[in-house]
């Protein structure tokens, strides 16, 4: 089954080259494109694609609010967006991924890494560019904030579990994880599922940010 995909962003020449090079794959099939972010959340609602590239800067609605209302807190039925920007700044980093976002991605990635990037979040799975991790968790450590409560499903957490997620606000892979816990990687991806199921989270980079929000691990600590 093709992955539909609706392709939003206000310059025609970049939804066109998005769509071409998409369209090509066999796996693939963009059913829409949106010139704007009132547009593209009429047209997700309408047509319940599997993933939406969502440009941050738009006329009339911009890309963050159009993905609050597609995959934002409260969305019944949410849309996964994955969000593609030429502005590598970390406040549009955070105010995606709480707006709901399934990953962010710059715009002068590679043909491959495109392809490879809409199939990772049509799985289920969040993903960011490299520079944009690293930017992630460098703004904590040099921006911390005022702990917040941590969430009660924290405690429902094991031992292990803990360990893993900690490891996991750090930046590191599943690899670096059962390497340095000395598990096998399908054990690394257990925990990891058990973990967004037992905190309610849709994914890893959610479970980053609420992990150093909730003061689970001290900004800065290798």
Known sequence: MSIKIVVADDQELVRAGFH???DAQPDMDVIAEAADGAEAVAVARRLRPDVVLMDI????MDGLEATRRLAGPGV???VKVLMLTTFDLDDYVFEALRAGASGFLLKDLRRDDLVNAVRVVAAGEALLAPSVTRRLIGEFARRPRPPEKA??????????????????ARGRSNA???AGLVIGEQTVKTHVSNILAKLLL?????AVILAYEA????PGVA
């Open 20 to 22: 071409m090079i998409l």
């Open 57 to 60: 800067r738009m006329p009339r």
């Open 76 to 78: 019944a039925y949410p």
């Open 151 to 168: 969430p009660a499903a924290l405690e429902t957490l094991t031992a292990r579990e803990r360990e893993v997620l900690q490891l996991m």
């Open 176 to 178: 670096e994880i059962a």
């Open 202 to 206: 849709r994914d890893r980079v959610h």
């Open 215 to 218: 003061g689970l691990i001290e």
